[in-house]
T-cell receptor, first 112, second 114 residues
Framework: KNQVEQSPQSLIILEGKNCTLQ??????????LRWYKQDTGRGPVSLTI?????NTKSNGRYTATLDADTKQSSLHITASQLSDSASYIC???????????FGAGTRLAVHP | AAGVIQSPRHLIKEKRETATLKCYPI?????VYWYQQGPGQDPQFLIS???????DKGSIPDRFSAQQFSDYHSELNMSSLELGDSALYFC?????????????FGSGTRLTVV
């Protein structure tokens, strides 16, 4: 069964600190993996997208890694800001154009 | 850059009423996907359209229907609304051939059924 598991479920950090979110997947076939930021009540906003051959991709303070052998990905947030408080969702595309498998997300709270 | 536009942003309906949600994809995107996200839940795929034809169907209730028009915008029609239909509904668009980079989500429509 295609699954995407994220950890931790929730995380509280202080402003300015770094954090790393994890995503493990069992999806086949694998097309790509995306990290999204979702504010409460809003649609997901893409942070990074990585294909099989990509190991690292950065977008500002966000850096995603992908290990296709172990089927693991991480999202590292550097120098967190209060506005980083949101849910971060790992989404794996299982080939084709119509199937996205969503992780349950990690709810991040950044406190002053 | 233009994004995926959804309307309305918020909608309050009573039980057994109908609702219509609209989604305007990014220009040159020919595929639209609808998702339903209940409180604290993962988004659930409802239905998708490519070139005005239904391309895939997920967990869409029979009370719901959708279509894609000639300008590629899509509408999700919901009838006999139930309290459990209260959720965030968002759509995404892509170019059919551009799966690796194409998905873009709208901001969603918050539907509340009372």
């Amino acid at each position: 069964k295609n699954q995407v598991e994220q950890s931790p479920q929730s995380l509280i950090i202080l402003e300015g600190k770094n954090c790393t979110l994890q995503c493990n997947y069992t999806v086949s076939p694998f097309s790509n993996l995306r990290w999204y930021k979702q504010d409460t009540g809003r649609g997901p906003v893409s942070l990074t997208i990585m294909t099989f051959s990509e190991n690292t991709k950065s977008n500002g303070r966000y850096t995603a890694t992908l290990d296709a052998d172990t089927k693991q990905s991480s999202l590292h947030i550097t120098a967190s800001q209060l506005s980083d408080s949101a849910s971060y969702i790992c989404v794996v595309s299982s080939g084709g154009y119509n199937k996205l498998i969503f992780g349950a997300g990690t709810r991040l709270a950044v406190h002053p | 850059a233009a994004g995926v536009i959804q309307s309305p942003r918020h909608l309050i309906k009573e039980k057994r009423e109908t609702a219509t949600l609209k989604c305007y994809p990014i220009p040159r995107h020919d595929t639209v996907y609808w998702y339903q996200q209940g409180p604290g839940q993962d988004p659930q795929f409802l239905i998708s359209f490519y070139e005005k034809m239904q391309s895939d169907k997920g967990s869409i209730p029979d009370r719901f229907s959708a279509q894609q028009f000639s300008d590629y915008h899509s509408e999700l029609n919901m009838s006999s609304l139930e309290l459990g239909d209260s959720a965030l509904y968002f759509c995404a668009s892509s170019r059919r051939q551009g799966d690796n980079y194409g998905y873009t989500f709208g901001s969603g429509t918050r539907l509340t059924v009372v």
